[in-house]
């Protein structure tokens, strides 16, 4: 799944706040926006959808940070949480994608994310078939919704950055290996 998609489900977690908390919604949303992206800068470093894939120990973060927060809430530990809470999402999620490879349209890898703790890849399920395949698109914008909705300023200006950049890449996506010569 694109990036868009990962940080607009984050930030539909945490757009309840702005009613329950909003002292401390701007801190969930950009610690959602950042978690739900974070994952995917193991494309640039190490190895993809598993160096900084972590489904199991994100989530596990999550429920710690999720409590620390309910216990003492600050813009700290909500940020932490949300960050956690998203990352933890957005590794899971792409166990219903494709593998990582360039053309995951021709379904050539059994690779979506790897599980530390089991030590194993587990196997694309493709529900959504590739990064910035149609579906993806309609999950970015579906999620994106609510965070629009929620919030106002700059949180809403990087949901509108993220849908543009969604739908510039799903429009390109299949063009791009061939561009890029790869």
Same mark, same amino acid.
């Given at each position: 799944?694109?990036?868009?998609?990962?940080?607009?489900? %984050?930030?539909?977690?945490?757009?309840?706040?702005?009613?329950?908390?909003?002292?401390?919604?701007?801190?969930?949303?950009?610690?959602?926006?950042?978690?739900?992206?974070?994952?995917?800068?193991?494309?640039?470093?190490?190895?993809?959808?598993?160096?900084?894939?972590?489904?199991?120990?994100?989530?596990?973060?999550?429920?710690?940070?999720?409590?620390?927060?309910?216990?003492?809430?600050?813009?700290?530990?909500?940020?932490?949480?949300?960050?956690?809470?998203?990352? %933890?999402?957005?590794?899971?999620?792409?166990?219903?994608?494709?593998?990582?490879?360039?053309?995951?349209? /021709?379904?050539?890898? /059994?690779?979506?994310?790897?599980?530390?703790?089991?030590?194993?890849?587990?196997? @694309?399920?493709?529900?959504?078939?590739?990064?910035?395949?149609?579906?993806?698109?309609?999950?970015?914008?579906?999620?994106?919704?609510?965070?629009?909705?929620?919030?106002?300023?700059?949180?809403?200006?990087?949901?509108?950055? %993220?849908?543009?950049?969604?739908?510039?890449?799903?429009?390109?996506?299949?063009?791009? @290996?061939?561009?890029?010569?790869?």
């Amino acid at each position: 799944m694109m990036a868009t998609t990962h940080a607009a489900v %984050g930030l539909t977690l945490a757009a309840p706040l702005v009613w329950v908390a909003p002292d401390l919604a701007t801190a969930a949303a950009v610690g959602a926006l950042v978690g739900g992206v974070f994952p995917d800068v193991d494309l640039f470093v190490g190895v993809h959808r598993k160096t900084l894939h972590f489904p199991v120990y994100y989530s596990v973060a999550a429920a710690v940070f999720g409590g620390v927060a309910a216990v003492s809430p600050s813009t700290l530990t909500v940020g932490v949480a949300f960050f956690c809470l998203s990352a %933890g999402l957005h590794s899971a999620s792409d166990w219903l994608g494709a593998g990582g490879e360039l053309r995951p349209w /021709d379904r050539t890898s /059994d690779r979506a994310v790897y599980v530390h703790p089991a030590k194993r890849w587990l196997r @694309p399920r493709y529900l959504v078939r590739y990064d910035g395949a149609p579906e993806d698109l309609a999950l970015t914008l579906l999620f994106s919704v609510p965070g629009f909705l929620a919030f106002s300023g700059g949180v809403r200006v990087a949901i509108a950055v %993220g849908v543009a950049v969604a739908l510039f890449y799903t429009g390109f996506r299949k063009r791009m @290996p061939e561009w890029f010569g790869i």
